[in-house]
């Protein structure tokens, strides 16, 4: 009887023992899938170091993104086409952690700029645009013009023509501008300017030439100072060999050089002469006058008051 009593309570403290074993197995077990568990995370890295960690893919990608276009502006990214080369590479990796020793993660904006400090972001900006190309200037020296004036013989203008170029910043600081293409749309047109080297006409000059044509022809409504012209038509001429153009009429012609007067003792050589009857001519000195007469008598030299009353006299030297 004792036996069996015996015997009973020592398989009563097995199976508690056993019990206990399986509570305490249990228990272990489940501490250990909780504590042993693994998960995945994102790592950007550069030849082998880590510059981030992030918790999920996207957060990883947009880190990435952050960072490319850490320097690239919205002016940038309108005008032309962007490319961005950061080095050394970065790529990302996937990579998995225990529970109990989980890594310092970082919001994606945190481990842009981290990463920045890492690594050289290279921005280029290849443009296309149309650029102005100035006109030049191309002066050339003649004596037919007085000195100190000029003549435009050639208008310039500008032309226009396509440059792409490429502009290459480093970490947001500027580098170099490159052209990689350029063509001609329009090519510009040179100015050209005869430029004065005569010097200074005088009224004795203009005496002197006009005198040439002594005995050539009138010729109603002419301007040939050989084959025949009239009294405003021969002025028109002779005054245009030195530069001044008039138009063709005696009254016209009153409105151009200097006033003077109308007294004929002012009169110089060179001076243009207006007659109130419409008549004109050009004052030589010593009180004359050479002018285109009449049909009958031509280009002729004459007193001052030949033509009667003076309306005005017009001085250009």
Same mark, same amino acid.
């Given at each position: ?20 074993? !399986? ?13 042993? *568990? ?5 790592? /950007? ?21 952050? /960072?490319? @276009? ?9 005008? @032309? ?37 890492? #690594? ?32 435009? $013989?050639? *208008?310039?203008?500008?032309?226009? %023509?396509? #440059?792409?170029?490429? #502009? ?22 040179? %100015?050209?300017?005869?430029?004065? $080297? ?12 006009? /005198? ?6 009138? #010729? ?20 245009? %060999? ?18 003077? @007067? ?9 001076? /243009? ?7 004109? @001519? ?6 004359? !006058? ?28």
């Amino acid at each position: 009887m004792w036996m069996k009593i015996r015997n009973l309570k020592t398989r009563l403290h097995l199976k508690m023992i056993i019990a206990a074993v !399986m509570i305490i197995f249990v228990c272990v077990s489940a501490f250990s899938l909780k504590t042993f *568990a693994t998960a995945s995370y994102w790592e /950007l890295e550069a030849e082998g170091t880590t510059l981030a960690s992030l918790k999920t893919e996207n957060e990883a990608e947009r880190t990435l993104e952050l /960072l490319r @276009g850490m320097y690239v502006t919205g002016e940038q990214a309108a005008e @032309g086409q962007v490319d961005v080369q950061i080095t050394p590479a970065v790529k990302l990796v996937r990579k998995e952690y225990f529970a109990y020793r989980s890594p310092d993660f970082a919001s994606p904006e945190v481990a842009a700029a981290a990463a920045s400090k890492k #690594v050289d972001v290279r921005v280029s900006v290849q443009t296309t645009k149309d650029v102005v190309i100035p006109h030049g200037t191309k002066t050339k020296g003649t004596d037919s013009i007085q000195r100190g004036k000029q003549k435009v $013989t050639t *208008a310039g203008q500008d032309g226009t %023509k396509r #440059v792409t170029s490429e #502009v290459v910043s480093v970490n947001g600081k500027y580098v170099s501008t490159q052209v990689i293409s350029q063509t001609t749309l329009q090519p510009s047109v040179t %100015k050209k300017v005869l430029k004065g $080297t005569g010097l200074p006409h005088t009224g004795a000059e203009v005496a002197a030439y006009a /005198l040439k044509f002594r005995g050539n022809p009138y #010729v109603y409504g002419g301007e040939s100072l050989t084959h025949g012209a009239d009294c405003s038509g021969f002025t028109m001429k002779i005054y245009e %060999k030195f530069g001044i153009k008039l138009p063709h009429g005696a009254f016209p012609q009153a409105y151009y050089g200097r006033h003077v @007067g109308n007294n004929p003792a002012l009169a110089r050589p060179g001076d /243009l002469i207006i007659f109130r009857k419409g008549h004109c @001519g050009i004052a030589i000195g010593d009180g004359k !006058m050479i002018h285109a007469s009449s049909p009958s008598s031509g280009i002729i030299v004459t007193d001052i008051t030949y033509s009667g009353a003076i309306r005005d006299i017009r001085r250009f030297f």
